[in-house]
């Protein structure tokens, strides 16, 4: 059986005189697959590898243009392979694409998580992957959520009592109206027949 081809995303930046604004990032989304067999040349990327439970990757990439192979950064996790690949010449147009062949391939999709468009990119914030997932501290933003959701008792779930809707039972709002008895359906039907009588 042939190998699958993973989903591959990509976004870019360029700048004519700051190198490290000039990249593509590329993600090959291949689950479970932890020692990829990844080579990069400057005029292309070739991916395979195989899952922990047995399903084979592989894609093969001719890049629109070259890459700096030595500027470039690769990170592998169980559930992808994330590169920073560094332009080799620096333009300030975006490449059209991110391969030579002007074929639209199924498996080839912008990554809009990190795209930003030609003509904002000198005032979108700066891109810090510094150790994948944005350079994110995870332990932090842990301690974070768990205090921003501090109303959440020992089992997760918040109280359900009066009080957590800002209500308290012994409230004195009560605006003098007493509430109308509750009246059955077989009790009104017989007040109806004997108003018709």
């Known amino acids: 059986m042939a190998p699958t081809i993973p989903e591959v995303l990509w976004a870019q930046r360029s700048s004519q005189t700051e190198p490290d604004k000039n990249l593509i990032y590329l993600t090959i989304n291949a689950i479970d697959v932890t020692s990829p067999d990844v080579t990069i040349t400057p005029t292309s990327l070739s991916y395979k590898g195989t899952s922990a439970s047995g399903k084979e990757y592989a894609v093969d990439l001719e890049f629109f243009d070259e890459v700096d ?20 010449e620096a333009k300030e147009e975006f490449w059209p694409r991110l391969v030579k062949d002007k074929r639209k391939v199924h498996y080839i999709k912008t990554d809009f998580d990190k795209w930003v468009d ?11 992957f510094a150790g994948y997932g944005g350079g994110m501290d995870f332990s932090s933003l842990q301690s974070e959520l768990g205090s921003a959701m501090g109303g959440l008792g020992g089992a997760g779930m918040p109280p359900t009592g009066p009080s957590s809707f800002g209500l308290n039972e012994d409230s004195d709002d009560d605006d003098g109206e007493e509430l109308p008895e509750l009246v059955d359906d077989q009790q009104e039907e017989a007040e109806e027949a004997e108003t018709k009588d």
């Open 69 to 88: 192979v030595d500027n470039s950064k690769k990170t592998i996790t169980g559930r992808d392979a994330f590169f920073i690949l560094r332009k080799k």
């Open 118 to 128: 030609e003509d904002e990119q000198e005032t979108a914030p700066g891109d810090d």
